[in-house]
């Protein structure tokens, strides 16, 4: 919902960006602006305090598609809009004369480089509820004013994304909060909180909070959907020969595989029901093979591996490769 205050501030001066910024780019601005001047970084700094709220502000309406369209036509307005002098005074120069240029006492007759009807465009921007009045008045959108939406970041270790957990935020007001973060979070992930924004300065619904979570990579597993890979090693003996071998899982257990005679590097074997669970399902364990090559031979390693060698048929692994990059 659109805010009278719109016509008096410039979001994209604020944030520092062009109009026709891309959402990408609004994003790395905004981050950058409120790792700045974040309350936390500035403690009993009101100067900061205020500027975060500012562009916090700026944020929440540019971020929404659905806003950023709605203030853009608003602040077009004012350079579409001119007026025709009538005869009555009338209080409408009150409240928008000084945007349009600061008209003279008198009726005024609204037009926009478009055209269109007066009402037509103040009740789309403002709600159903809006007009201009006959008389020259303004009457606003029925119902007080939304507060605003507020965005905050919080950073989750990989196994507590993955169980979920209760966190506790600081609000830039002091409040501090708690967040209950959904088992499976991805990271980048967002969760709206409703309720938990800015205040409505005229008694109506607060704005929301939108978190934003960030998840730190683990030294062994990597999340891909609800699946969750590890790469496992084995010896040259246990991918020709085959072996039963003993794969880690999240959380620090372990699970059996069985490795099947010639099994190649690259190749992925599934454990049903051990990846990541979330209310829409529940992933795999993807186990993924990597043939590990020693790096030492002792003299007598070497030799039984020549006679290794010489036992083998007499073929290149390489032949059907070089075939199909000379066609």
Do not use: C
């Amino acid at each position: 919902m659109a805010s009278q205050d719109w016509f008096e501030k410039d979001f994209y001066k604020v944030l520092g960006v062009d109009k026709d910024v891309t959402q990408a780019e609004l994003k790395k601005v905004y981050r950058k602006l409120a790792r700045q001047y974040h309350p936390d970084s500035n403690p009993g700094d009101a100067k900061a305090e205020a500027r975060f709220k500012e562009i916090s502000e700026a944020y929440a309406v540019l971020s929404d598609p659905e806003q950023r369209a709605e203030y853009d036509q608003l602040r077009a307005m004012g350079s579409g809009a001119r007026f025709t002098a009538g005869g009555a005074p009338g209080g409408f120069e009150d409240v928008f004369g000084e945007m349009f240029g600061g008209g003279r006492a008198g009726s005024y007759t609204f037009r926009t480089a478009e055209g269109g009807n007066f009402d037509d465009i103040f009740s789309g921007v403002f709600g159903r509820g809006s007009r201009f009045e006959p008389s020259g008045g303004f009457r606003g959108a029925a119902g007080p004013t939304r507060g605003v939406d507020l965005t905050a970041n919080t950073t989750l270790d990989f196994v507590t994304a993955i169980s979920g957990e209760t966190v506790s935020l600081r609000q830039a007001d002091g409040r501090t909060i708690k967040v209950k973060i959904p088992a499976g979070v991805a990271d980048g992930q967002k969760i709206r909180l409703r309720g938990k924004g800015e205040p409505s300065p005229d008694g109506g619904e607060p704005g929301d909070l939108v978190l934003t979570v960030k998840v730190r990579k683990h030294p062994v597993f990597e999340r891909d959907g609800l699946n969750l890979r590890v790469t496992v090693p084995v010896t040259f003996a246990e991918a020709a020969l085959g072996a039963t071998i003993e794969v880690p899982t999240l959380g620090g257990g372990t699970v059996k595989l069985k490795v099947a005679p010639g099994t190649p590097s690259g190749r992925v074997l599934r454990v049903k029901g051990r990846g990541v669970k979330t209310a829409k399902g529940t992933g795999d364990l993807l186990a993924e093979v990597q043939v590990a090559v020693p790096s030492h031979l002792s003299a007598e390693a070497q030799e039984a591996l020549r006679a290794f060698v010489q036992a083998l048929p007499d073929e290149n692994p390489r032949d059907e490769l070089l075939a199909k990059a000379r066609q």
